[in-house]
C-alpha cells in the first residue's frame, strides 16, 4: 500500500491556485482510474482503490497547507505505512512551468507543506515536485502561489496532470523513471517526421549478353543461302 498526498488549501477560493496543483493531480488520477468519491477522513479528503496491484489512498490534506502534516501523518499512522511508502504532490517554484522532477528525501526548501510534513514525519517521504515557476523575487512568492494559474497555463497543465495520470500506475510500483517518462511524453510527444521519402528512380533493365554464335564459318555460309 501507499499513501499519496496532494498539497493544497481547501475552499473553492484557492481551487485554481498555484499552490494547489497536488490537490490537482491527485484529483485527476481519481477521476482517470475510477477511484470512489472522497469523503472525509484524517483531517482531509480521502479516496481509496487500486492502481496495477497496488492499493493506494488518494488524500488531499484540508488542514490548510501550513498543517499539511497532521493529515499526512495520521493517514500513515492509521495505514501502518513507513515515511517511504508516502508520496506528496506539491508545487515547485525552484523548477520552470511544465517542468516535473521526483524526488525522495532532503530538505523542504522553505515550502510550507513540506515543512509541516517534516516536522511530523520527518525527511525521508517521495515527492513530486510540480514546477509552477518563480515570480523572480522572494517576497513575491506567497502571492504568486496563492494566485490562480494564468490562462496561458492551462495547456501545459493540463498535459502535465494528464501525464500524471497516465504514469501513476508506474509511480504506484516504486517506478519513479517510468512515471516521469509518461508525463514527459504528454508535456513533450515525439514530433511526426518531417522528411519526404525520395521518389524510387525506375530501374532499367540490365542488358543481357548476346547470344554466342558457334556455327562454323561452312555453316554459316550455308544457313545463308537457305
Known sequence: MRLFAGLGNPGTKYAGNRHNIGFMAVERIAQDHG???FRQK???MVSEGRLGDERIVLLMPQTFMNLSGQSVAAAARFHKLDVTDVVVFHDEIDLA???LKCKTGGGHAGHNGLRSIHQHM???YGRVRMGVGHPGHKDAVPGYVLRDFAKADEAW????LRGVSDGAEALARGDTGAFSN????????PRPS????KPKQDSKPEPQPEP???RSAMQKLMDRFR
Open 97 to 99: 512551468p511544465g517542468k
Open 42 to 44: 484524517f483531517q482531509g
Open 157 to 160: 497543465l493540463d498535459d502535465m
Open 122 to 124: 520527518g525527511p525521508d
Open 182 to 189: 509518461a508525463v514527459a511524453l504528454r508535456l513533450n510527444p
Open 35 to 37: 477511484f470512489p468519491p
Open 194 to 197: 518531417t522528411g519526404t521519402a
Open 212 to 214: 554466342v554464335d558457334d
